[in-house]
């Protein structure tokens, strides 16, 4: 028996060991599979295919490979701008590309200011001599923003079009929260500051809708002029003002209706357009499939287009998404990480810093640690410039005050001067529910803020004051960026909203131009040669894996889709805009710069939003 049991022993030791050897082998192909890089060697002679299932952004989001792995649902695709612009560019000027494909059935779309510049990219290709195509079951605005410049746009002839223009509805609680009595305490400066509106009021006020025709008044006409330009044939004026008339012309074929306005050039199936790719760029030797063509997909192209890097360092920072406390990010502009960010780049001698700028901006706190971290480096006596991108406003604006220059584009969103913050405290409702409060206080502060039992006017009285000198701090550092006086700024500031082509004309940004011309700007002032400096964007950690999690968790892409599936995704963003403004209501999270009238961004628009804290509570109640 004791012989047995020493061979049982080792047999239970040898399958441990086998275990724990093959688990080690699964981690380290696992671990293999995740940071496997694109090869160079996939990069054939054909079509550049431009497969753009997801939103066009400035910064990839970061993405946890095991959560999404084990939660089943897959992140929303995101193509960073300025790699699209560069591969874009690199085709045109490449021999091994016949023409760049352009795939937008799940296209969920991008900022104004990016799809222009990489409409722009298309255009260069087209003067190259190099056909551009598009291809989509259904257009909307910014699917056809991007297709004006093809060659030749293709629509399945179940799909069609439909431009809807900037605008339309926010959500009001103000009626919902009195019917709830739930108090909400708003303290705000800026008569045009409506990010608190929808906690006070049951429509939009005066103020605020004259600061919406004017901003969307101008970014529309940008739109339209963009569009024409690159495509003069289009029937705009038909398609966005007579759309009833328009359809029902084409007995409400929206495919031909499509054509017929000059929106797109053809009808086909995705394989007659296939075929029509294959006469340009050639047949796909690899695959006999119908509608198969020559072509290099975007991750292996920009693998084999890597940059060199010569000469001197110009950092580029990048600040995408809301601004808050914290580490978040990437996509997300922790104030911690960012300020790390910029403090570990004081040691790369950089010859100077360009500040790229894609946000509502958020939290005040964070804004600051942001602000002081670029004035670190402006202590260095290097130039500083700031390149504004879709949004910069509020917070946005806020990191952007210590530049020497400030670049945007006229489709840029900036301004938003103010400051507020909203607590809401539930006396009422919980005295509704048999639930009051008492106690002793020693002074008007004692026990305070209260959520259930209310606020003291004396707290009441000191937020309001600490909003009304954040905002004067706002003032200030405003006025002396752009050498004007506090009551200049003032009576631009107040929360109101501007295009980038009225911020030029006030004096909150110096030229236009993106971030290639603020780039040339900072090299100019640092006195660099041409050809003696390259770019490091900061903190730019690659994240190989993120294509394979997207095949392993989703497969083929489920968000294409015809008019009737877009119109579905636009009721989504709906309520996630709901879920956002509660959560912000119920989060409480201090003092904010943040503006409200900026179009949410597009990964807003693409997901709906989960609900967290005290929504996430609520919720799991409710159900």
Known sequence: MSFAGKVWRLLVGIKDGMSLLFLLLFFMALYALLTARPSPAQVREGALLLELDGVVVEEKSEIDPFTVLLSGEPPITEFQSRDLVRAIDEAATDDRVKAVVLDLTSFLGGGQVHLQ??????????????????YAVAYGDDAMMLASHA???????????????????????????????????????????????????????????????????????????NVKKARPQIQLDRVTQQPVEWIAGADGDLATAAMEAGLVDKLGSKTEFGERVAEIAGADTWDDTPGKYAHTELDPWLADI???????????????????DGDAGPGTA?????????????DEDLAALVVRVDSPGGSVTASEEIRRGILRHKAKDIPIVVSMANVAASGGYWVSTPADRIFAEPETITGSIGIFAVIPTFENAAANWGIHADGVRTTPLSGQPDLIGGFTPEIEAILQSSIENGYRDFLTR??????????????????????????????????????????????????????????????????????????IVA?????????????????????????????????????????????PSPEARARVAEPKGWLKRMFALLN
């Open 117 to 134: 510049d990489i409409g722009e990219a298309l255009d260069r290709v087209r003067a190259a001599d190099k056909p551009v195509l598009s």
């Open 151 to 225: 060659s030749e746009v293709w629509v399945d002839p179940l799909g069609g079009a439909i431009i809807a223009g900037p605008g339309g509805s926010n959500i009001y609680f103000g009626e919902l929260l009195e019917n709830l009595q739930v108090n909400a305490h708003i303290y705000k400066v800026g008569e045009y500051k409506s990010a608190v509106e929808p906690y006070s009021r049951s429509d939009m006020s005066p103020e605020a809708r004259e600061n919406y025709q004017a901003l969307y008044g101008a970014l529309w006409e940008e739109w339209q002029a």
């Open 306 to 324: 890597e940059p060199e890097q010569p000469g001197k360092k110009i950092g580029v920072v990048t600040i995408a998404g809301t601004i808050v």
């Open 334 to 346: 922790g104030g911690d990480r960012i300020r790390d960010i910029l403090l570990d780049a004081l």
């Open 478 to 551: 405003v006025a002396e960026s752009r050498s004007m006086t506090p009551a200049q700024v003032d009576a631009i500031g107040q929360g109101r909203v501007w295009d980038g082509g009225t911020a030029r004309q006030i004096g909150l940004v110096d030229q236009y131009g993106g971030l290639d011309d603020a780039v040339a700007w900072a090299a100019k002032q640092a006195k660099l040669e041409e050809g003696g400096w390259h770019l490091e964007f900061l903190g730019d950690d690659v994240q190989p894996y993120d294509s394979l999690i997207r095949q």
């Open 555 to 599: 497969g083929e892409s489920a968000r294409s889709g015809d008019i009737f599936a877009m119109v579905a995704r636009r009721e989504q963003t709906l309520l996630a805009r709901v879920a956002s403004d509660v959560d912000r209501l119920l989060s409480v999270s201090g003092m904010q710069a943040y503006c409200l009238a900026c179009p």
